[in-house]
């Protein structure tokens, strides 16, 4: 089948989460189930600084390359809309034209997909920045040959950024305004583009079956749970896989010493090498936590602020790398201030840092209070690093006690009583050893879940 694949973010090219690592690995994934994938993405400035792969000039106004070993991916140009150093925003917050900026690729992607002669079977869009692609397909395109035989499939990453803009901008769109209904683009009297998605496609995923369950409430649905639920028969959860060429501590060229489960001793070497990097005192025995995340409240920052003080008490280590709501900065910041040889922060975007974190701690923290799928847990898995998660979403899915550690009650002091139970576990050299073997051998490649897209691509449900 013919697949056109929509994401504002793509691994190499461009990353602030984990929809940059499906949207690079899950068109590979599907071009060895025989899919034929292009894939459009807006030219970002971070594609002047990339070295491989080759990116060349197409016509005016698109770049192309290859990924994979056919994959074509195209870059919509507009220096004024993404020739900039950040994605979506910057200190001040979203950038004020972004309605502007993403509805411009979406207009873009498909006038692209008519001039190369792209006649696609499916466009599977990703999250609220490619949204207005199913939305035009059924307004704008909805008598056009072209795309008479497409199909829309619409993935939810997160459903807690929708795309909101002031039903001002709604002319921009170029849509009639009988589409800025309840039932259509309207929200509380703003323009809703994540709505326009799950209405107007043919069929909506989410990154974990957890979660899809999750959306349809109103605890995690965001005000969308009444159309989710409504459209629950097309509504499927499939779970997000991990790209280990990429993230596989036997070939990761940022690591200190590669180690497999056969020679975890190495795994030690790239503890020592991280707790030198951070000024952190070199102890083999003091467990140490690493976080790689957003710093946003979602991530659980909140009930890890407030356990913070409590958890410097604890014989432990911990190193923090992340980006996000200038609150948590400052919070962390001063902790750090405060116990420099327990905590050590880093306040920027570095996946080279990430990888030797996710190497050379011994736990990783992932208290998130949602979490659609989330792969932090999947790179910690596999890099013998014990996960510590609430239970929740694609968390709940994929931590247990078998290879990890689960709390239940999202609260500072549950959080708390977990770290401290990992912390005892950590001290257990042969139960450890245990678990991490466990956590290491666990299988979470994009092989099954890619066959599960094929299914719905072809048949429009899960076969099982
Ligand atoms: P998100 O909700 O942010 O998408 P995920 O767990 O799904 O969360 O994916 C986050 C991805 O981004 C992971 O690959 C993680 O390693 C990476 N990441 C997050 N913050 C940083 C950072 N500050 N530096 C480097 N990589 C990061």
Partial sequence: MKILFCASEVVPFAKTGGLADVAGALPLALEKEAQEVVLV???????????QPKIQKYKEGILRCTIGKAVKVYFIENDAYYNRDTLYGDKKGDYPDNLDRFSYYCRKTLELAKEIGFKPDIVHCHDWQSALIPVFLKTVYLKDEF??????????????????????????????WKYFTMDTLEFYDKINILKGGLVFSDIITTVSPTYSREIQTKEF????????????????????????????????TFLEKDYSLGSIEDKGKNKAALQRLCGLPVKKDVPLFGIVS??????????LADAMEALMQLELQCVILGTGDLKYHEILEAVVKKYPKKISLYLKFDDCLAHKIYAGSDIFLMPSKYEPCGLGQLISLRYGTIPLAFKTGGLADTVTKENGFVFEKYSKDALIKIIKKSIVSFQNNAQWNRLRARAMKSDFSWGESARR??????????SD
């Fill in 221 to 252: 649905g965001f005000g969308l749970e009444g159309i989710l639920s409504k459209r629950r028969q097309s509504l499927f959860g499939i779970l997000n896989g991990l790209d280990y060429s990429i993230w596989n501590p036997e070939t990761d």
């Fill in 294 to 303: 957003r710093l946003a409240q979602q991530k659980g920052f909140d009930i």
């Fill in 147 to 176: 795309f008479k035989n497409t199909k829309t499939v619409f993935t939810i990453h997160n459903i807690g950024y929708q795309g909101l803009f002031p039903k001002e901008e709604y002319p921009k769109l170029g849509l009639d």
């Fill in 453 to 462: 897209y094929v299914d719905l691509y072809k048949n429009g449900t899960i």
């Fill in 41 to 51: 993405m807006p030219a970002y400035k971070s594609l002047k600084s990339l070295t």
